[in-house]
């Protein structure tokens, strides 16, 4: 089976860019979350999706952030413009109401912004 | 106070040795616990759930205390393979916001050396 898919694996761009990542969670997962992993930070929880509506985007730093689901199969996380500090680690993970807890990662997406 | 904590390490143990991890979390309300494993430069696992009577997965043993505020991973019979980032991971559900999150720590690295 498929597991989370993300794209693209790496993208380094200019200050002022916009950057666009995607996600492709696992089918059949009702829950989509977006993470953001620096060395100084950790893993930070940006906002999480259940049925392609977002409940929590409280972690998402500021307004240049911004993720939408349009469907069941498909999410994007778009960072306009982008800065050096956005530069980072974006994992995509998916998980299934019964078991909200065990989330499945994707390979994430290495950005530097330049 | 960080929500979760962990001794960043490196451990650095020799095969076949026993290690223990520890990770220290800040929310008395959490109410699931969990150790993931990251591989380098790749996306985190769930190694295993941590429950209140303890338990035991093959070489990996998970003990939490709740009055302590305290999880625990202990690692017997270490393998070249087990070299890896353990992250310590809590649900950290925010009542007034009914949402749900996992709150991770930033990782115990291990090195088990030859």
């Known amino acids: 089976d498929a597991g989370v898919i993300q794209s693209p694996r790496h993208e380094v761009t200019e200050m002022g860019q916009e950057v666009t990542l995607r996600c492709k969670p696992i089918s059949g997962h009702d829950y989509l979350f977006w993470y953001r992993q620096t060395m100084m930070r950790g893993l930070e929880l940006l906002i999480y999706f259940n049925n392609n509506v977002p409940i929590d985007d409280s972690g998402m730093p500021e307004d240049r952030f911004s993720a939408k689901m349009p469907n069941a199969s498909f999410s994007t996380l778009k960072i306009q413009p982008s800065e050096p500090r956005d530069s980072a680690v974006y994992f995509c993970a998916s998980s299934l109401r019964g078991d909200r807890e065990t989330q499945y990662f994707g390979p994430g997406t290495r950005l530097l912004v330049l | 106070r960080k929500e979760v904590e962990q001794d960043p390490g490196p451990f650095n143990v020799p095969e076949g040795a026993t290690v223990a991890f520890n990770c220290t979390y800040s929310?008395?309300?959490?109410?699931?616990f969990f150790w993931y494993r990251q591989d380098c430069r790749k996306e985190p696992k769930l190694l295993m759930s941590?429950?209140?009577s303890g338990n035991e997965d093959g070489r990996f043993t998970a003990q939490l205390n709740r009055a302590s505020q305290y999880i625990s991973l202990l690692i017997r019979d270490s393998k070249l393979s087990d070299s890896a980032t353990y992250l310590c991971?809590?649900?950290?559900?925010?009542?007034?916001?009914?949402?749900?999150?996992?709150?991770f720590g930033k990782g115990t690295k291990l090195s088990v050396i030859p």
């Open positions: 991971v809590v649900n950290a559900r925010d009542s007034g916001a009914g949402s749900y999150q996992l709150t």
């Open positions: 929310n008395s309300a959490s109410q699931s």
């Open positions: 941590v429950y209140s």
